[in-house]
């Protein structure tokens, strides 16, 4: 690709941030080339500066930022001296931007359609009408549904996945050189992440558009990039071409990123079938507001006593609402959640306080599951009073305890409030709450979703060792096989509120599965570069994603 | 999620029973008020017999329970009662002491009322374009001179009492550069121009009054919206930063600013009193102070629930156009 003309130079970057009254490095000089019609992959955890080179690429910084050293050059263009009308005339017309949330990203107040044309009749590329029917040309690409229609719609009513398709025809719509991806598929399910892999990349190619795809999953920078610049906080670590990237990483770093997929746990045999599960779900049927929309069908597992049971599926699954029911939030129009073989009331208000302790629940946003205002010692110290009765010293004890099991210094950290602790250590603090309660059960909400790969890799470390050695039983929600893979003894596969398929992890993962299971395992990115074309070969563009999805 | 008729009609009937609810409290401060209406006509030497007399004639010796559901009855059929102040001139003029005859309440509120809602309607649409001009003028060109400027003079406009801004007008365009009238001599018979030009220097006061609460929610929340993704992903597409924020800002910013409006509004009608009374202006502010000063009773009955009616519906359509500027309740899945 590199016999093309340069069309990106980017040397020594340095990048500031304000904080506090006083301008701190975000980015120590980062220098990279970008020819045309090729795609760089930007990794690397949160905070490593991604987003901000990404942007940085556009002579954009967000407020609070600001370019205090180097040089963008876009084809030819000083961007870091440019004034702000040439800039404009250069976003969106020559350069695009597709953001990591498309549903926040499309203005709600405006159709689609609206959005889409905005850029090219503003930069005087296409009229208006020349626009709209390009735009249904892309959306048609993109293989949206109803392209003719689609762009008239409000983005409240277009889904996730295709609001996605929808930005990266809008960033197409001027036809740009340069498109930098942010983060595009992070937020979205694995059956709808391939779709979106599989168009983006399509309509790049067809256009000999050059970008920067920038995103945390090793997997999918695999599939879209043609070299790879690892980022570590602010840091350059290496770059390669990614063939080279993936078989031979230099730097250490990279190659903890590397083998972070590599944890597994041993599977446990599966419990005999004459125990008592902890949890039993019987015929479960369940709905939100009146009861008209049902949310489970008659949704039926078992919990067993220092078991894994991994429940997958899409949002909407019902994955969520099974564990509000369990945990009486949601009390179900039909069946029973038995809890050591006795029958719990629907309703968790008619619980008593016993039967309350023995269900405890680990939230997906450690951020927003902390009360901001109260400290270390009284978030973890509230259960530990509420449920058990203890207070003053033995309270502060067993606080103290606790934050051992957590590999958190108790000194250090019982006075401090949530906004003081990183992304992992807020999930430690939830784990803590949640083992406060001393219970049999723990519902863990994609606990690991928020958080970075090697974080994320040892808060499973921690809940399998506390399973070892506490027999605690686990509901694992989570979207995420790869977590499933290292920490399941059993998966519930979960579609429209019906369990499609349930068993022992070692089973689930192998052939023949129920469609629906194979669609979820197939549809998971792996670190081959080549394993996006394979899928494609051997399914078809039609039979991936939402496409397959909605065949079953 | 409901259809927005269904929530318009709900709304609607909840100031249904707001009305209601005020037409009560209305009834039991007005007739808590000291003195009664027979004692300040007849003065300090009154007989007992002919206080009873008067009070007799007005109906002001039944239980007050009676009273509030005859006057609330009559009410409901527009007929706001007879002044007391006008009764014994009605009946030495030989008329009818009911609706319609002179010296009914609704005789004398309706002409004041239209005034007022002139000015109301003068100063409306002079401050609001203003305001929103002003606020986004300052949320584009914000924590610049201009901004501060702005911020500055409409606050001590605000700030200033209203009669002293009045004055203040009344020297630069009335006394130094005598453009308009200092009093607002307004009758039947003047023309459409005629008006105006006699309601323009109240009209600017109570511009001046109402524009700084408007401009700064247009501001506040128009920058509140600056930091959303779908304002960055504008400014990334390379649109000018006045499109920014009138295209995709200010759609999204309008429900804050829509309810300042009409609480100002309401205030145009409500709460121009003394601006009325500065600039003589014969609008219902003025017939409300005089009517207490008498204890006439249905007036200030009638007046307060002009008022409080007033309120209920520009809060009302406030609260519908807020509902309207969200695309998610126009164009449900």
Redesign the interface.
């Known amino acids: 690709m590199s016999e093309q003309e340069l069309l990106l130079k980017v040397r020594d970057l340095e990048i500031e941030g304000r904080s506090d009254e006083t301008w701190s490095p975000i980015i120590n000089g980062a220098s990279f080339d970008l020819h045309k019609g090729e795609v760089l992959g930007m990794i690397g955890e949160s905070g490593a500066g991604k987003s901000t080179i990404g942007l940085a690429s556009m002579g954009f910084t967000r407020d609070g930022c600001r370019i205090s050293g180097g040089s963008v050059e876009f084809d030819g263009i000083d961007l870091v001296n440019a004034d702000a009308a040439t800039k404009r005339g250069l976003l969106g017309k020559r350069i695009a931007y597709v953001a990591q949330s498309a549903a926040a990203s499309f203005n709600p107040a405006h159709r689609l359609m609206e959005q889409h044309i905005e850029g090219p009749v503003q930069h005087g590329v296409f009229s208006a009408d020349e626009s709209e029917e390009d735009g249904i040309e892309l959306y048609r690409k993109l293989r949206l549904p109803d392209p003719e229609n689609i762009g008239f719609r409000y983005p409240h009513q277009v889904s996730g996945g295709q609001l996605q398709r929808a930005m990266t025809a809008m960033a197409m719509a001027c036809r740009p050189d340069l498109i930098i991806f942010d983060e595009p598929t992070t937020a979205l399910d694995v059956t709808t992440q391939i779709e979106v892999l599989a168009s983006i990349r399509d309509i790049v190619e067809q256009f000999n558009t050059a970008a920067i795809y920038i995103t945390h999953d090793l997997a999918v920078v695999a599939q879209m990039a043609d070299r790879i610049k690892v980022l570590l906080k602010g840091d350059e670590v290496e770059e390669a071409d990614t063939r080279t990237m993936l078989s031979n990483p230099q730097e250490e770093y990279t190659k903890s990123l590397w083998a972070v997929r590599s944890f597994q746990r041993d599977q446990k045999p599966m419990a005999p079938a004459s125990e008592t599960p902890v949890v039993s779900l019987k015929n479960i049927t369940a709905a939100y507001g009146d009861g008209t929309i049902k949310v489970l069908h008659d949704v039926s597992f078992d919990i067993h006593a220092g078991r894994t049971v991994a429940v997958v599926g899409e949002s909407g699954s019902g994955k969520s609402t099974a564990a509000r029911c369990m945990t009486g939030l949601l009390p179900p129009m039909e069946g029973t959640i038995e809890f050591d073989g006795v029958k719990l009331p629907a309703d968790y208000r008619d619980r008593n306080k016993d039967q309350l302790r023995q269900a405890q629940m680990i939230y997906q946003m450690a951020d927003t599951a902390l009360n901001p205002r109260k400290t270390i010692g009284e978030i973890i110290g509230r259960p530990v009073e509420f449920y058990l009765g203890l207070t003053g010293t033995a309270k502060r004890k067993r606080v103290e305890e606790l934050l051992d099991v957590l590999e958190l210094e108790p000194k250090q950290y019982i006075d401090r409030l949530p906004s003081e602790l990183s992304g992992g250590q807020k999930q430690r603090i939830g784990i803590g709450r949640a083992l406060a309660a001393e219970p049999k059960f723990i519902i863990c909400d994609e606990v690991t979703s928020a958080l970075d790969q090697l974080v994320a890799e040892g808060i499973l470390r921690t809940l399998a060792k506390l399973q070892d050695e506490l027999g605690l039983a686990y509901m694992f929600i989570t979207h995420d096989l790869a977590t499933v893979r290292s920490i399941a003894d059993e998966v519930v596969a979960m579609k429209e509120g019906r369990v499609v398929e349930a068993g022992p992890k070692d089973v689930m993962f192998k052939p023949p599965h129920h469609a629906y299971t194979d669609l979820l395992l197939s549809s998971v990115p792996e670190m081959d570069p080549d394993w996006l074309d394979q899928l494609l070969e051997e399914r078809g563009v039609d039979n991936i994603g939402d496409a397959a999805s909605s065949k079953i | 999620m409901q259809s927005v008729g269904m929530i318009i009609l709900q709304r609607l009937g909840l100031g249904l029973v707001t009305l209601f609810v005020v037409s009560v409290i209305i009834f039991t401060a007005v007739n808590m008020l000291p003195g009664d209406f027979a004692q300040a006509i007849l003065g300090q030497g009154a007989t007992p017999e002919a206080v009873e007399a008067i009070r007799e004639s007005i109906g002001l010796n039944k239980d007050p329970f009676t009273r509030y559901f005859e006057w609330l009855t009559a009410a409901l059929q527009g007929d706001f009662g007879t002044s007391f102040a006008q009764v014994s001139f009605s009946e030495f003029a030989g008329s009818d002491t009911g609706k319609g005859g002179i010296g009914s309440v609704t005789d004398q509120l309706v002409p004041r009322f239209k005034n007022t809602l002139f000015l109301a309607s003068v100063a409306a649409i002079i401050s609001i374009p203003l305001s929103l001009v002003l606020g986004i003028l300052a949320a584009l060109y914000r924590n610049s001179a201009y901004d501060r400027v702005v911020n500055v003079s409409t606050l001590s406009a605000i700030s200033s009492p209203d009669f002293f801004l009045a004055y203040i007008l009344i020297l630069a365009l009335a006394v130094i550069n005598p453009l308009f009238p200092a009093v607002s001599n307004v009758y039947d018979g003047l023309t459409f121009w005629e008006r105006l030009n006699a309601s323009m220097l109240p009209a600017l006061t109570l511009t001046l009054a109402v524009t700084a609460q408007m401009m700064r929610m247009t501001r506040a929340s128009i920058i509140n919206l600056l930091?959303?993704?779908?304002i960055?992903?504008?400014?990334?597409?390379?649109?000018?930063p006045m499109?920014v924020i009138v295209?995709?800002a200010l759609?999204?910013a309008l429900a804050p600013i829509i309810n300042v409006i009409a609480l100002n509004l309401a205030f145009l009608i409500t709460g121009v009193v003394v601006v009325e009374v500065v600039f003589v202006y014969p609008g219902i502010g003025q017939l409300f102070v005089d009517s207490v000063k008498i204890r006439d009773i249905p007036i200030v009955q009638a007046c307060c629930l002009v008022f409080a009616a007033t309120y209920i519906l520009l809060n009302l359509t406030a609260d519908i156009a807020s509902i309207l500027?969200n695309?998610?309740l126009r164009?449900p899945?």
């Open positions: 930091a959303s993704p779908y960055e992903m504008a400014r990334l597409k390379g649109l000018s499109r295209k995709h759609p999204n500027t695309p998610r164009h899945k």
